[in-house]
């Protein structure tokens, strides 16, 4: 049994993440931290049989296996100190963090001597459409990057897109063939270069979040694609992440280095 | 049976045409145009069993009853109208022909009696894309173009994209929502905008020529998408448009005049 | 201003419904039906602003415009023909309606003197998917079908599948091209055939309504799909239904009826 | 500089194969063998420009380093131990071996001192798109196969679907989640289990040769595809192994075996 605080627990992926860890026998929400829920049960919280009561501040995590991080930079990066110094191994899902950050987190692993994780993604299957995406890159270097999102989303390209873009980039070994284009009728039909690697954003009502990785070769295609269709995705990701924590012996960051 | 005579016989789509109507029995080649194939037989320039000639100009359509164009613009207005004037139906399959171009071949098959055809693209299901996409437009406003095609091609958008987001523009009755990006981090993210619909074009080895017509509602989402892997694909056009160019009263433009 | 009375209306698609219809300022909820929720608030029920107490059953349709019915197809039969009977028309989306039930509300439509529809499928995209299905047959009698849904799902293929199918079979005048299989090395590989076309069912977690309609000819490919994220995708053709209705003179079937 | 000698020379994947190699200066076809084109030249089978002249049988290979076989089975083993027994490296492209022909060619490299490869599939996206799966299946279990073909294949379902599904079955811990199925409207509808993983077949024309494998996850979908367009897909892999070849020390099966 893994004994869990949940910081942030009465956000959107705090209580689904409370929820998902107290489906099982496996893992027990021992404690929840939520500045904006202080006081209440999180059984009201959440909508879980529990007894616990939500605090306003981390004040302590006695008892406590592991500590998973749905806040902001600067208070996640606090909390993760504060629990590794104390032998708690922390699995930060806020986003964010600077590099700065980030060695303190991983300093405070160290001298702890406890293992700890920052996980930007955590859909499965969108991890590893990014490990495939580099592994083909070394093969097919010719690639594009075809991201579509609901037509709420402010920003362009996705994360997602972007980090996918680096991650071919620095797989290929040789750079790509040259962009084939002479004549451009319509500014920006070929999309926007990162790193090299040319992406596209789509945005529409219905959608919700999507990417299409294409390569392609002589003669032949390779399509990799990811659909997400809601929160629940993101909750396999958080389990793994919190059983195999406990498994490192300093920080990483991204789920794939449990994975692979 | 209908006699055919094709120009540009010994060019790419001539030669296709040349054997794909040589292959039933409702066609038959009667001459044969094409000036630097001149006097070679058609047997030997396009492969089929036959004992035409080929002639290096068109001097007369005498015993034909349509005319297959796969010349240049210039060239094709020049033989269009003379076949035309003699009630000879000419179909066009050359590419660039101006308005007065168009409407001197419209005159002529007036004068001639005779029902004539231009037809930018041959290719059944394409033309099925786009009157879908139209019809589509009319209820669901929201729509974006991905285009893709091998890394040959020099130009972008396609034709076929380019002429997809004008039939959407020119369906939907409503605008279409205002595009919700506000930070572009990487320019040209969002494609391009033809006739406010953005268009995205994709350049692979590996691609023939396919596209992506993308509809978002509210929690749905629906794709038209077309794959032309080679030239045959446009044989079933080119014999529609022989064959029912005859029951035509006039000059139209699109294989979907004959279609719907 | 429309006014409306739903049956059902503490049910799925009954509450959405009502939320749908109370957006807006095209339509009023004026009476609410569900035996499961009489004597409650529709604020309640459905959380909306409305004054509106849910009734047990259906004892009047004064003031109202349209009946929009959500019950099954004994009750939703009987209350179409008493809300036609006295001039409001009927929109109803039970499913299941026998052809001699279908009858007795066509007559009641008749006998009032207003329009009717049953709506087997609101969701647009899904309409036109198969309103284009039955186009593109026309021209590339080649087809199958694949429809994916989630591991939720007890029967296969989908009704939607099985209906795609029929209306592929209908509209193609030749019969399809031979199965080319010869040697079957496991068995059920090809699909099930509905009418002589081809239906796959995928079944995983993950997915929820989806299908693909692939019409091939040759040298190219044509491409059908529609995903169906939510329930939300239905409500812009309940809307639709429920606005058109009263421009009907008699009982049809579908929306696609409302559409073309 | 590696010199080949090519079995099978005249036929499709020879040919083509003699021109691959030809086209760089990294390799050099200094023999090639086929008695159905015995005494022509090179030059004139394969269109590349070359003295050879193509022998009837395979009695030496002396100043060769690898052996590119396209026979079939029988043949093909016994060329490779006549290879292997004199230090040629064998390339096998001809499909069908038995256990005991393998292990005559393993035998033969172990005696010469050479590495030796059988490649069922040439096609380095396909190589990759059935890694892929064999990794995603570790974490996602639940999957689905959809491979399509043109209507001229003969038999379903294809080598690489079945493949794929077995690759997927021996990666995953866990069996899949039961079907769900309870209702089968129509027989076939859920696919062939092949080891336990449903495989759907497509045929059309305007197809090639195409395979989709679905992953399901709680709220997400990962998808593989992979388009085969032409023989020329199958050229990169031919090169790569024939260069590497020459690295291994044993006989292995598989391009995978030279890539990851």
């Known amino acids: 049994l893994i004994r869990v605080c949940v910081v942030g627990a009465a956000g959107r992926m705090g209580s689904e ?12 929400v021992v404690a929840a931290i939520d500045s904006s829920a202080a006081g209440r049960r999180l059984s009201e919280v959440a909508g879980v049989s529990s007894d616990v009561v939500v605090s306003p501040s981390l004040d302590s995590v006695e008892g406590c296996d592991v500590l998973l991080e749905f806040t902001h930079a600067e208070s996640a990066t606090e909390h993760a100190v504060f629990a590794a110094m104390r032998g708690v191994a922390p699995v930060i899902g806020a986003s964010g963090l600077s590099s700065s950050q ?39 270097p010719n690639a594009e990057v075809i991201e579509m999102h609901h037509d709420k989303k402010l920003d362009a390209p996705s994360g997602t897109g972007i980090r996918t873009a680096e991650l071919i980039s620095e797989a290929r070994k040789s750079t790509r063939n040259p962009d084939p284009t002479k004549v451009v009728k319509f500014e920006g039909a070929r999309g926007a270069l990162v ?3 040319p992406v596209h954003s789509v945005r529409l009502p219905g959608l919700v979040a999507h990417q299409t990785v294409m390569f392609g070769g002589e003669g032949e295609v390779l399509k990799l694609h990811h659909d997400s269709m809601n929160r629940l995705s993101f909750m396999e990701g ?7 924590v406990r498994e490192l012996d300093s920080y990483v960051v991204g789920l794939d280095a449990l994975m692979f």
Chains 1, 2, 3, 4 share one sequence.
Do not use: T
């Not at 958080?238 to 195999?244: F, G, P, T």
């Open 195 to 197: 790193d090299d690697v």
């Open 238 to 244: 958080v389990k793994l992440a919190v059983h195999r």
């Open 17 to 28: 993440s409370v929820r998902a860890l107290s489906a099982g026998s496996e893992f027990q």
């Open 102 to 140: 980030q060695r303190e987190v991983a300093d405070a692993c160290k001298k702890g001597g406890v293992g700890g994780i920052l996980v930007p993604n955590f859909a499965i299957g969108a991890v590893l459409m990014m490990r495939f995406a580099a592994e083909a890159a070394k093969w097919l």
